[in-house]
């Protein structure tokens, strides 16, 4: 069923940024609350300036009232800081300190006029100042909102869910994509993921609208070529990092636009899946069944294993597919081993976006729990076909074999290379000597992961507050490990905003160094240095 969207374009809902969206010449201004709840400044228009502003400087502008919020829910503040570092970061890999402030003085161009919540009006409102703050080696961007602006975002009405890997760090060029992101995140909102349904849906856009949307101007003549080239045909490129959903494009039905003397095109469709937030959402503890003696989850290689609160947050999201942890971690080991031996159990194996071949190729592109998350998605929207089934009853102690083979094989893996013998070349001939045995951990000089005592990481200096106790401390003290040998694990940083030294400290036990890399993988954007494997003597008492 198509859908045409509601015009003008007014957002409502919630979410996770803050984004500028000029549509019919209107500035939307969304921004965070808890988890990263979302919310707008309606009817904000440019009165100068908007004509100049590039994608980099709407991404900029998303992160810099994302970090506001994240540290002022209330906007009280009157300015505010980001590391020069964390900006750079979330641009692109070559961005430079003069890239960032171009587009700060771009947006300091910028006026808007808006009415307030009390009748009054305001006009030509600067959109932002800003500077730099510099201590020692130190570098941030300091800025500030006018205090119109600040008393309006109080009180705005909830907002859609905007992701800013989806906009940042290069991944979006086109301003155009940026723009069209941020309508369809607007409209995805409105129709979030349920449990059991299809999720899907279709907008259609006259091309003079989809250019109006995305803000983009050509002549009469040769309009739409135009639009095709320079618009659309960014679009599917830019949009490889959106998560939340995705879209095909249709032309009047057609794959593509009709061609030829006097045919045009009259609509353009947006086919939209929309897909459940990530796994990283679902809040679970493992602790209460733990107490009570239960093992949830199993170990697996690096490749496949799967942090064992993975499991509880299935059963809570997809709650029409009736699973306990027991039964999401058996049903996901029989795909898992159908993948691997290629052996069709039922006839949708085929049909299915993340079974077999492409459920490793899901694997290897994010990780065994987003591909788990999106394989237990397809069960809920599709109907159950391996969740509770009789394949799982049947084929479940092959899996559970074929597991147990995979980490033998493993671990004689990892003991050969402790064991293999030393060469040497000598002239013509080669000597192979006896294996050596590693020396003992006290007097090994380059310690390793089976010698250490602790481990050591250096935390990134772009890293906030909030990513140092939300993201890295969450993470590290919430996993569950598969090892029996206690580690020391300690996560250096610096204050933020103050010269201080501090760390984190951890007790860890992962089964071998292929686990405690994979785990520190999901956190590696604020890992600034290679891990450092060191042996601490115990004090005499």
Not at 523 to 541: F, L, M
Request: net charge neutral; glycine share 6%.
């Amino acid at each position: 069923m198509y859908e045409r969207p509601s015009a003008p374009f007014q957002p409502a809902n919630r979410g996770a940024v803050s984004a500028a969206l000029e549509t019919r010449k209107s500035l939307s201004i969304i921004a965070p609350q808890s988890p990263r709840p979302s919310e707008m400044l309606a009817g904000v228009s440019f009165t100068s300036g908007a004509a100049d502003l590039t994608s980099t400087d709407l991404a900029l502008h998303d992160l810099m009232i994302t970090k506001a919020y994240e540290s002022d829910r209330s906007m009280e503040a009157t300015s505010y800081e980001i590391p020069m570092a964390e900006c750079l970061k979330f641009l692109w890999a070559d961005a430079r300190k003069e890239d960032v402030t171009a587009s700060l003085r771009r947006m300091e161009t910028v006026r808007l006029s808006f009415s307030g919540e009390t009748g009054r009006s305001f006009r030509d409102v600067q959109m932002l100042t800003s500077w730099t703050a510099i201590a020692g080696d130190s570098v941030a961007v300091g800025y500030q909102f006018p205090d119109p602006i600040r008393q309006l975002m109080r009180s705005m009405p909830k907002y859609g869910y905007v992701e800013l890997a989806a906009i940042g760090q290069g991944s979006m060029r086109s301003k155009y994509s940026q723009m069209l992101y941020k309508r369809l995140a607007h409209e995805v909102s409105h129709r979030p993921w349920q449990d059991g349904s299809a999720n899907s849906f279709t907008l259609e856009f006259t091309p003079a609208e989809l250019a109006e949307i995305v803000g983009f101007k050509a002549p009469v003549k040769g309009f739409f070529s135009k639009l095709q080239e320079r618009v659309i045909s960014k679009f599917p490129s830019d949009f490889l990092n959106v998560r939340k959903f995705e879209f095909d494009i249709t032309y009047d039905g057609l794959g593509a636009p009709a061609r030829g003397q006097g045919k045009t095109t009259s609509l353009i469709q947006f086919h939209i899946k929309v897909y459940p937030d990530s796994h990283h959402t679902v809040r679970s503890d493992t602790r209460p069944l733990q107490a009570m003696g239960h093992k949830i989850g199993k170990p697996d290689v690096a490749r496949y294993r799967i942090n064992s609160v993975f499991w509880l947050s299935v059963v809570k999201k997809f709650q029409t597919l009736g699973l306990t942890h027991f039964s999401a971690h058996w049903a996901w080991q029989v795909a898992l081993d159908e993948a691997l031996e290629q052996t069709p159990l039922t006839t949708a194996y085929s049909k299915r976006r993340y079974r077999g071949k492409e459920l490793l190729g899901a694997i290897d592109a994010n990780g065994p729990e987003a591909a788990a998350w999106c394989f237990f998605t397809e069960e809920s929207e599709l109907g159950s076909d391996i969740c509770n089934s009789i394949h799982v009853a049947k084929k479940l102690g092959l899996a559970e074999r074929n597991r147990i083979k995979r980490l033998t094989e493993n671990k004689k893996k990892g003991r050969s290379k402790k064991k293999a013998q030393i060469v040497v070349s000598a002239g013509p001939e080669t000597i192979a000597k006896t294996s050596v045995e590693p020396p003992k951990a006290h007097d090994e000089l380059h310690p390793t992961f089976e010698t250490c005592t602790h481990i050591d990481l250096e935390i990134d200096e772009a890293a906030t507050l909030c990513d140092l106790d939300d993201v890295i401390y969450q993470h590290l003290d919430t996993r569950c490990w598969n090892g029996g040998r206690r580690i020391q694990l300690r996560a250096y940083f610096t204050v933020p905003g103050q010269n201080v030294r501090q760390h984190y400290l951890f007790t860890v036990d992962p089964a071998d160094e292929d686990e405690l890399i994979y785990e520190l993988k999901k956190i590696d954007n604020w890992i600034a240095e290679p891990i450092r494997y060191t042996i601490v003597e115990k004090k005499a008492a």
